[in-house]
């Protein structure tokens, strides 16, 4: 599926945005720091399964950095790239994928067989060495 964008007539060139080393962001700092409405994040909680900020006790909205910096991402999708909303949720997705990936530490392998059978071989030699009996006699050890 093709992404679609928009034309990007208007184009607003945002400065580095800069996340504070922050645990939570309340909807207005976040709205502050994107120098977008917050109306505007509210909606995107619906359009984007990924941004899905917390509540507090008091219900207001608390987002994590990883939200923060997704909001980021959005922003630069819709208002720079001129992507469309659903042309921006397919690139996130998109962008999702590899990282996925990307996550496992070791990637699932066939197993080896004959190296399977080469450990059990000497396994069970252990086995055996271990479960024989050592005769008194035998432990004394021919000096040089």
Known sequence: MAVKTKSAGKKKSTTEIVIPDKLYFRIGEVSDLLQLPAY???F???EFPQLKPTKSSTG???YRRREVEFAVRIKTLLYEKGFTIVGAREQLKLE???AKAAGLLFPP???DKTGLK???AELQDLLTMLSTKVKP???KAVRS
């Open 60 to 62: 207001q909205r608390m």
């Open 137 to 139: 006699d035998s432990r």
């Open 40 to 42: 505007v994040l509210r």
């Open 96 to 98: 999702a994928r590899p």
């Open 44 to 46: 995107w909680e619906t």
């Open 109 to 111: 392998a066939a197993p």
């Open 118 to 120: 080469r450990v059990r």
